[in-house]
């Protein structure tokens, strides 16, 4: 199967500092990355949809101020978390879809992100 | 609106079967998906439906019926190891990914 890697796997930071997560498609070209978070205990959550070259498809709810997506690349996404508080704290999935395999979701392995 | 239904938690006995249900209504449809989640890690891929029927694949099979909104996952030979979240999902009329709440399956020796 397709391999998507994240990085960093997990991250501590201070709040009021931006955290930079990156999405990379290693073995096909990703058409379309979706960003997606976590809470313990719960489904995945659906944060934004990006399409290579053009801007992010924000989901409602989720402040596009706040959290930057760029897809800048056929195998390069990244989300940033600006000013981060304490409630953003939470488990963070990208995956990709090919414009071949246009069905089938391919996911990173996760950013665990703790603010303090 | 859309709505994927499946239980929550189900539990089951090493070395036997187990059968996850999944019940959709979505505008669209583009196939069905399942894909396993152990705990703190991310979703892998597990299978895809996209006409009606059984798709094997080892010890999981999994089925759909277009006309009823379901589709099951069935797991034989069960090992601990298949201790996870399973998550149903449904791709819709524009191909997003429309995801249930998951079914913890427990599995006790």
């Known amino acids: 199967g397709a391999v998507v890697s994240q990085h960093p796997s997990r991250v501590i930071c201070k709040s009021g500092t931006s955290v930079k997560i990156e999405c990379r498609s290693l073995?096909?070209?990703?058409?379309?990355m979706f960003w997606y978070r976590q809470f313990p205990k719960q489904s995945l959550m659906l944060m934004a949809t990006?399409?290579?070259?053009?801007?992010?498809?924000?989901e409602q709810g989720v402040e596009k101020d706040k959290f930057l997506i760029n897809h800048a690349s056929l195998t390069l996404s990244t989300l940033t978390v600006t000013s981060a508080h304490p409630e953003d704290s939470s488990f963070y999935i990208c995956?990709?879809?090919?414009?071949?395999?246009?069905?089938?979701?391919?996911f990173g392995p996760g950013t665990r992100l703790l603010v303090l | 609106g859309q709505n994927i239904d499946q239980p929550t938690e189900m539990t089951a006995t090493e070395g036997a079967i187990v059968q996850i249900n999944c019940t959709y209504q979505?505008?669209?449809?583009?196939?069905l998906f399942w894909y396993q989640q152990h705990a703190g890690e991310a979703p892998t891929f597990l299978s895809y439906?996209?006409l009606d029927g059984l798709e094997e694949k080892g010890r999981f099979s999994s089925f759909l019926s277009r006309s009823k909104g379901y589709s099951y996952l069935l797991l034989k030979e069960l090992q601990m190891k298949d201790s996870a979240s399973y998550l149903c999902?449904?791709?819709?009329?524009?191909?997003?990914?429309?995801w249930g709440a998951g079914t913890k399956l427990i599995i006790k020796p």
């Open positions: 995956s990709a879809r090919s414009g071949a395999q246009r069905e089938t979701q391919y």
């Open positions: 073995d096909f070209q990703a058409t379309t």
């Open positions: 990006s399409n290579e070259g053009s801007k992010a498809t924000y």
């Open positions: 979505t505008s669209g449809f583009n196939g």
């Open positions: 439906n996209v």
């Open positions: 999902a449904v791709s819709d009329s524009n191909y997003q990914l429309i």
